[in-house]
């Protein structure tokens, strides 16, 4: 059983960065592919993006693309995302997920992770 805790979240200016983190405990961390996703209320959860194993590859959503990065420190235990040029449209409630895969490919379905966070509030104010 693999528990994710997110944390960095909070209140920044349209426009501004930020960064989530998210710490792994329980399980072997290397062995998931680790995703970010975000939600709005009464909203369905949106995938942001993903990472692979070792961190050597990534992909993202197309409204993040070029604005949010992910990256992954294994030894520990802890996957970061980066938000930097925030919009208004970015507020939401950011969620960690990890993912048992046999392969690495862009793993955008919420159905498909394993495991989840409990969230971080991100507010962009404009």
């Known amino acids: 059983q693999v528990q994710l805790v997110e944390s960095g979240g909070g209140l920044v200016q349209a426009g501004g960065s930020l960064r989530l983190s998210c710490a792994a405990s329980?399980?072997?961390?290397?062995?998931?592919?680790m995703g970010w996703f975000r939600q709005v209320q009464g909203k369905e959860r949106e995938f942001v993006g993903a990472?692979?194993?070792?961190?050597?590859?990534?992909c993202y959503s197309d409204s993040v693309r070029g604005r949010f990065t992910i990256s992954r420190a294994n030894a520990k235990n802890t996957v970061y995302l980066q938000m930097n040029n925030l919009p208004p449209e970015g507020t939401a409630v950011y969620y960690c997920?990890?993912?048992?895969?046999?392969?690495?490919?862009?793993?955008?379905?919420?159905?498909?992770?394993?495991?989840w966070g409990q969230g971080t509030q991100v507010t962009a104010s404009s």
């Open positions: 997920a990890a993912a048992r895969l046999n392969g690495w490919y862009c793993n955008d379905a919420p159905v498909r992770y394993d495991y």
């Open positions: 329980g399980g072997t961390f290397s062995s998931y592919v």
């Open positions: 990472i692979s194993w070792s961190g050597s590859s990534t």
